[in-house]
């Protein structure tokens, strides 16, 4: 937990940005939807979402960010973390839902391709998944006002990406036997 703060800390000294606030949030996140799972673990969820944004410590990214962090994770043996770093942006585990730049080249798409292709996901990210997509920089927001937000700002937002997160949203409140929003409460409309 310490070391996956410092890297955040560290990360945030080489890129600052609102990048490290929303990572805060994932972890925050996914730490107290974790703690209600049978068979998920707080702490491990807690680091996980802190650190998958990481691969945007080395600048403005966007493709790029999610070959970084994992690539940067692995190589640190915290493969738990490279695994969430990587599938956070994936739900489909299709690169073609990937929304924003392919910033990367094409060998490393492929790359990017292979892992997901051999990944079998676990429950730690369809977690990251879903905490990934309910914070912002400055909070918690319903799923939806976030995946508008992403469509605002780009243009578009696959619908099977979106069917795929409202699906992540009920798998968990019925693990829970709780309302996502009463476990992770989103900000008050006053704060918008």
Not at 85 to 104: C, P, Q, T, V, W
Not at 115 to 127: C, H, I, N, S, T
Request: aromatic letters at 12%.
């Amino acid at each position: 937990m310490n070391e996956a703060r410092s890297l955040l800390e560290e990360g945030g000294r080489m890129n600052p940005g609102p990048w490290i606030r929303h990572s805060k949030y994932v972890a925050e996140a996914a730490g107290k939807i974790a703690a209600e799972c049978e068979g998920l673990d707080e702490e491990t969820a807690y680091i996980c979402g802190l650190l998958h944004d990481i691969g945007r410590r080395f600048g403005v990214s966007y493709l790029a960010h999610v070959y970084d962090g994992y690539t940067f994770l692995m190589e640190r043996g915290y493969e738990k973390a490279a695994r969430t770093a990587l599938s956070h942006s994936f739900n489909r585990k299709k690169m073609e839902d990937y929304i924003g730049k392919f910033d990367i080249s094409e060998e490393k798409q492929e790359e990017l391709k292979n892992l997901l292709d051999a990944m079998e996901y676990d429950e730690y990210d369809y977690l990251i998944q879903l905490c990934d997509s309910i914070a912002v920089a400055d909070g918690i927001v319903s799923l939806e006002e976030r995946m508008n937000d992403v469509k605002s700002r780009y243009g578009y937002y696959p619908q099977d990406k979106w069917d795929r997160n409202m699906a992540l949203k009920e798998y968990f409140e019925k693990k829970m036997g709780k309302d996502l929003y009463t476990v992770v409460p989103m900000k008050s409309t006053a704060e918008h």
